[in-house]
């Protein structure tokens, strides 16, 4: 309960603060309530489209490619620097306990349990939700979704549910890349220190490690990807006021996007630790 | 131009249709109604409601009240299925020609024809060719809306509401901001259009030298209201003040 209080508060400021960009800054909570209940009917439209034909293969499979393939140097090289740091800094910490053998499966734990997945999430919903956020934002100020509504395609199907599956396939998918290139960065700067062999270190990094530290943690940044698709594609296509509206929904896109998985996070955490420990 | 059309079944019939934004009242019950094969201008002063007008007949925003009919359906009850039915018998040219920037001019002629018929990727290939020769756009069919001309995005934007061979046409100010050639060949195409197809189209404007051209009959719109409805000369007969002084202004 206490995190759901801590996590509620958090929110009601952030969101009541940040989401609706064109209301006065007075009164968070019911801007909060206004903001979350406009998004979960935008999300009940979405949704509604995902189960019925006609299904946009194509659309999705090119979305991601945009969201995930072209993600990938970004999030390998996020994972990597974290590797390289989680490194230095728990070689350092480890020596001072005599535990300097613990520090393959520190890297490993930390990175598939929490590090990686949390920077994906943050380091995709900057690329990413700006992406999105600015163009649907675009393509409401130029009339584009009026356009394809009034040819009688469904913006919702086609725009949004399209983006935010592509957000919800990939993001576990980009998190094993992160973890990856953090493992072996990590393994690079500590053979630099105390030479290791690749083999031994993620033998020894492994052995503690089972499916139930790597599965859950791994399949929560789905749920990063469904806030990441979501309130993009929602602030993009609430767009108003010409260009300045357009900077404002990719601005807000990518602050509300990782604000609320940092947040989320603590709840999925919590779940985890209940549900699959 | 004298109405052809006099006494052939309206295609778009409105009724007292009203529509309010917070506490400005947009439109206040407009009375319209455009046969078979018309072409209506639309006129009056900018931000007066016209566009909304448009919106309104193509089911992109709601009424508040009032009725809008088209080809004897009631469209305003109607749900997203149906609603869509009625859409893909109308072409909508938008003021900005809203172009999907990130298709090619190919590509977004053949959205509609991709989505909601089922041609074959080289039927559809010809009808797109056919579609963007008839608005003299073929060369360009590989740039971007961004590497083209606004009159050209325009004649792209024509061949796209054109792609479902649609019964009507809706132009929200089809020559503004193109030069006075570039509007001319515009407004043939849609005089063009007419004679070919027999189109019905609305054409919302507020160039009335464009609309006495290429358009059948005018309907001018102020304070939310039809202020007279007839073609340029009855305009010109009118002794309505704010009609005289509309079209000296214009002159």
């Given amino acids: 309960m206490v995190y759901f209080g801590v996590l509620l508060v958090a929110a009601t400021i952030s969101v009541g603060w940040l989401g609706p960009t064109h209301r006065p800054m007075k009164n968070y909570l019911a801007a909060f309530f206004e903001w979350f209940g406009e998004l979960g009917m935008f999300c009940g439209r979405v949704a509604k489209t995902i189960f019925t034909p006609p299904f946009e293969f194509k659309e999705i499979l090119r979305q991601m490619d945009i969201i995930g393939a072209k993600s990938f140097p970004l999030v390998a090289m996020a994972g990597a620097a974290t590797g390289v740091v989680l490194s230095l800094q728990m070689h350092d910490a480890l020596l001072r306990f005599g535990a300097k053998g613990m520090l393959p499966t520190v890297i490993i734990f930390s990175l598939i349990r929490e590090t990686g997945p949390i920077i994906t999430g943050v380091v995709v919903s900057g690329r990413v939700g700006a992406g999105i956020g600015a163009e649907l934002g675009s393509m409401k100020v130029t009339e584009q979704i009026d356009a394809m509504e009034a040819s009688a395609v469904n913006p919702y199907r086609f725009l949004a549910a399209t983006r935010i599956l592509a957000c919800i396939a990939m993001l576990p998918l980009l998190t094993l890349a992160a973890d990856a290139a953090g493992i072996l960065a990590g393994w690079l700067a500590s053979t630099l220190q105390d030479p290791v062999s690749l083999r031994l270190f993620i033998g020894r990094g492994f052995k503690t490690v089972d499916f139930s530290d790597f599965l859950p943690p791994t399949f929560k940044t789905a749920v990063f990807g469904f806030i990441i698709g979501a309130v993009s594609c929602f602030q993009g296509m609430s767009t108003e006021g010409g260009t300045e509206g357009v900077g404002r929904s990719a601005t807000s896109s990518v602050v509300l996007s990782s604000l609320i998985i940092i947040l989320a996070d603590v709840v999925l955490v919590r779940f985890i630790l209940v549900f699959f420990q | ?251």
């Avoid at chain 2, 020609?97 to 074959?120: C, G, I, Q, W």
């Avoid at chain 2, 061949?159 to 089809?174: K, N, Q, T, V, Y």
């Avoid at chain 2, 195409?189 to 027999?198: D, H, N, P, T």
């Fill in chain 2, 1 to 251: 131009m004298k109405n052809p059309a006099q006494n052939r079944q309206p295609i778009v019939m409105i009724h007292d249709l009203r529509k309010s934004f917070g506490s400005q009242q947009v439109l206040d019950g407009i009375d319209l109604a455009v046969v078979q094969g018309e072409t209506l201008a639309v006129l009056g002063r900018s931000g007066i409601g016209k566009s909304v007008l448009l919106k309104l007949i193509i089911g992109l925003q709601k009424p508040d009240s009032g009725s809008i009919v088209i080809q004897g359906q009631e469209i305003t009850c109607l749900d997203l299925n149906q609603l869509n039915e009625i859409r893909k018998k109308i072409g909508f040219l938008f003021q900005g020609a809203a172009l999907y920037d990130s298709m090619t001019v190919a590509e977004n002629v053949a959205f509609p024809l991709r989505r909601h018929t089922k041609l074959s990727e080289t039927e559809r290939k010809e009808r797109v060719r056919d579609l963007l020769a008839s608005v003299g756009m073929e060369e360009d069919h590989q740039k971007l809306p961004s590497q083209i001309s606004g009159g050209m995005q325009k004649r792209v934007g024509l061949a796209r509401a054109l792609a479902l061979d649609p019964e009507i046409l809706l132009f929200d100010e089809p020559t503004a901001g193109l030069d006075p050639i570039t509007a001319t060949e515009i407004g043939e195409l849609i005089v063009e259009l007419k004679k070919q197809r027999s189109i019905t189209s609305v054409v919302v404007t507020h160039d009335i030298h464009a609309a006495r051209a290429f358009t059948d009959r005018m309907a001018l719109i102020d304070n939310g209201h039809v202020v007279i409805e007839g073609t340029f000369s009855d305009l010109q007969k009118s002794r309505d003040q704010f009609i005289h002084r509309f079209l000296r202004e214009a002159a």
